[in-house]
């Protein structure tokens, strides 16, 4: 079995209790990404860990940055697999 490209992994706690905000997000993410994210994993975790990679690369982790807002999630994967697309009400503001 060949593993789909790009790849998002949600690591987090078990201890914490941590699953359904990690089941929560990745729904999330698989809803506004269905064509652009080829997998989501979820990998239990120990010692308060919450942290998101895509592609091997860390993009969020909970000990650094607490724990990620969900716009602001959707704002990291998106300018990394598909900065074309809007998020609708999740989009940051226009600059100006």
């Known amino acids: ?3 789909k490209q790009p790849r998002l992994e949600i690591e987090y706690c078990t201890q914490c209790r941590w699953l359904m905000r ?13 064509k652009e994210l080829g997998e989501v ?3 239990p975790g120990t010692g308060g860990v ?3 990679r895509l592609d091997d690369e860390t993009i969020w982790s ?22 074309d697309l809007s998020l609708g009400h999740s989009d940051r503001p226009a600059t100006t």
């Not at 990745?26 to 990404?33: G, R, S, V």
């Not at 990620?68 to 704002?75: C, I, T, V």
């Open 1 to 3: 079995m060949t593993t």
């Open 22 to 34: 990690a089941g929560w997000m990745a729904q999330e993410l698989l809803t506004t990404f269905q």
């Open 62 to 83: 909970r000990k650094e940055s607490g724990h990620p807002d969900l716009a602001e999630l959707k704002r990291l994967v998106r300018d990394r697999i598909a900065p």
């Open 41 to 43: 994993a979820l990998i």
């Open 50 to 52: 919450f942290d998101i």
